[in-house]
């Protein structure tokens, strides 16, 4: 970080804070959590690969099926608890609402991607909790970026979350309910280092 950068960051701020100091586009990809920018590590080509088809997935789907939702790659998403404090920024995420134009924050995602990396596990973690607290929330997906792994929280019909994920391996199918998808989950990985794993 540099000593510019290091001056004006704000050692707490709330979101509306955030989003207007975060506007400037010439710093590097920053989170809000309980009230402390943070700044995000760049991710591996794998990751973006990884990224690149599950948005490419999801879309097409979302097409095929004639929805009105649509998939977001790195939106920013306000969790319910402590809204004014947090801004979490997802690696994928759909909406079925309109996305207004110059929104920042994403309303109302019904799906929430994540990909883990080794460098990112502990915070990916922690905006999968703070995901889980979203109303309109009905899956996350939490994708492995070093192995063809998956782990999947759904949302039971009486609004509680399952205590532990369903794990997927590299044989398994992956169903996602809320947008009526199913592939397998090693074409989440086609064209990357870890295919021929898959």
Known sequence: MSTSTRRKLPSRMTVDEFIDWAADDSRPPWQLVDGEPRATAPASAT??????????LLTRRLIESGSACRAVTEPAIVPRVRASSNLRVADLAITCSPIEPGQIVLSDPVLIVEI????????????????????????????????????LLRRRPDGAW?????????????????????????????????????
């Open 162 to 198: 399952p205590e532990e994920p369903t794990k997927l391996g590299p044989n398994d199918l992956l169903h996602l309910d809320s947008i009526d998808l199913t592939c397998p989950l090693a074409d989440v990985y086609a064209r990357t280092d870890l295919a021929r794993s898959a």
């Open 116 to 151: 883990l990396s080794p460098t990112n596990e502990l915070d990916t973690w922690k905006n999968v909790w703070a995901y889980v607290s979203m109303p309109s929330v009905l899956e996350i997906l939490v994708v492995r970026s070093t192995s063809v792994a998956a782990d």
């Open 47 to 56: 990751h973006g690969a990884i990224q690149t088809n599950l948005a490419y």
